[in-house]
């Protein structure tokens, strides 16, 4: 539906099963009667000074907020004063929380479709799986793909289809957090749709956002997509082992990065071959130790 | 970044806010929108048209008040407008700022009957 980045509505799904739109759940919404719903005809009135505009009446034209003065017509101004986004930060609230209370670190992982995230998973999950429970929630347009790898590896994992959506969002996040039943003090990670300009936007309740970029891609790319770079509080640059294979710049690479984010965190990995792993696997093991003292701290009855 | 999502949520606002202040019908909406926020307006007004189609926001005027970017310097304390994230101090040449002003997106306020 969507022509600049193929969105759309009403096809978003969580394992195969069609997902409830927010805006339907609630109580029927008052409409306006469109034209045809009448069968007679009205006279018609002035609807509104700005329809017609009078000599002597208040200029409503000049289309500024506040120079209205309410009261002299029937419009009347209403101040909302709030974040376009104000509804997904309220239910990505309530996921932090639910992830507070139980000790859950919970990562958005984010990139470009290709970059090889759901590989990086599979790998991760194999150093980790040992130390902590771990479990996924995979965001994509269309399959199950991603999920069967990753349930391949033992853990569980939820897939979530985006229908034509081209991120998730904090209410779908919500919706699977309550089909995992995650374990106290357990890692969750939410591979995003892949996509480096969309998800930016939208936070999902997690600790951190993760950007991953590939030396397969450009070294621009931090200063073409800001937004996510921005966004990240780590940076991961992966597939370095076929970095000699490639005139990829991995200093001008992270110099581009952390001028969009200064003091950006950069690891150098490569999945496939293990480069850089450890220290991606340290950082996370803080992450958990972090998340699981807090929840400790804020409920000491709460094993 | 996703305008559809960013117009469902402006319409789904004013549905809320409807249900408690009485009104049947939005002329006009007006946005605060970041210079520096991920928003392409020619989208978000195309699709804020479509959503709004069949509500009481119907053809309602969308008003987009531009929000300049403005930065701090971390190096030298000193504020000075950005249009883009990667852009240095202009004074001390330092890449470390913080966003002080223009990534926000905000629903200002509504002309309704």
Redesign the interface.
């Given at each position: 539906?969507?022509t600049?980045?193929g969105?759309?509505?009403g096809q978003t799904r969580i394992n195969g099963k069609t997902v409830q739109l927010?805006?339907h759940a609630g109580t029927a919404?008052?409409?306006?009667p469109?034209q045809s719903d009448h069968a007679h005809t009205h006279e018609q009135a002035p609807?509104?000074v700005?329809d017609l505009p009078v000599p002597g009446t208040i200029d409503?034209g000049a289309?500024?907020?506040g120079t209205?003065a309410p009261g002299m017509s029937?419009?009347?101004?209403?101040?909302?004063?709030?974040?376009?986004?104000?509804?997904?930060n309220q239910y990505a609230d309530e996921n932090r929380r639910y992830l507070a209370e139980r000790g859950i670190f919970a990562l958005n992982l984010v990139s470009s479709p290709g970059s090889g995230k759901t590989t990086l998973l599979v790998k991760t999950i194999d150093m980790l799986r040992d130390r902590f429970p771990v479990a996924v929630i995979e965001g994509d347009q269309q399959t199950d793909h991603d999920a069967a790898r990753i349930r391949a590896t033992g853990v569980p994992a939820l897939q979530i289809n985006t229908g034509k959506?081209?991120?998730l969002?904090a209410h779908m996040i919500g919706q699977a957090l309550q089909q995992l039943s995650l374990r106290n003090n357990s890692l969750l990670f939410i591979e995003n749709v892949g996509n480096l300009?969309?998800p930016?936007?939208?936070d999902l309740g997690e600790a951190h956002k993760v950007v991953i970029l590939s030396v397969t891609e450009g070294e621009d790319k931090?200063?073409k997509y800001?937004?996510m770079?921005?966004a990240a509080d780590l940076m991961l640059l992966n597939k370095c082992d076929l970095l000699p294979y490639l005139s990829f710049d991995v200093g001008q690479a992270i110099a581009?990065a952390?001028?969009?984010?200064?003091?950006l965190p950069v690891l150098q990995i490569s999945a496939t071959q293990g480069g850089g792993m450890p220290e991606w696997i340290d950082w996370i093991i803080a992450g958990c130790r972090r998340a699981a003292a807090i929840s400790q701290t804020a409920q000491p009855h709460d094993s | 970044?996703?305008?559809?999502?960013?117009a469902?949520?402006?319409?789904?606002?004013i549905?809320d806010?409807?249900a408690t202040?009485t009104?049947?019908?939005v002329?006009?909406v007006?946005?605060e929108i970041g210079q520096l926020?991920?928003v392409?307006q020619e989208?978000l007004r195309f699709?804020f048209a479509v959503v709004t189609e069949?509500?009481?926001a119907?053809q309602a005027?969308l008003?987009i008040?531009g929000i300049a970017g403005q930065a701090m310097c971390?190096e030298c304390n000193r504020t000075f407008p950005i249009a883009?994230?990667?852009e240095?101090c202009p004074h001390c040449g330092s890449?470390?700022?913080q966003i002080t002003n223009g990534d926000?997106?905000?629903?200002?306020?509504?002309?309704?009957?």
């Open positions: 539906m969507c600049t980045c969105c759309g509505i927010r805006r919404l008052r409409y306006r469109t609807s509104s700005t409503f289309g500024i907020a209205h029937q419009t009347r101004m209403v101040k909302i004063e709030r974040d376009i986004l104000a509804k997904n959506g081209c991120h969002d300009v969309c930016s936007g939208f931090p200063l800001p937004d770079f921005h581009y952390q001028r969009v984010h200064p003091g | 970044m996703h305008e559809l999502s960013l469902e949520n402006i319409l789904q606002q549905e806010t409807a202040q009104f049947h019908r002329k006009t007006w946005l926020a991920c392409e989208s699709f069949d509500s009481i119907r005027k008003e008040i971390q883009a994230y990667y240095a890449d470390a700022l926000e997106m905000r629903i200002r306020e509504l002309e309704v009957e």
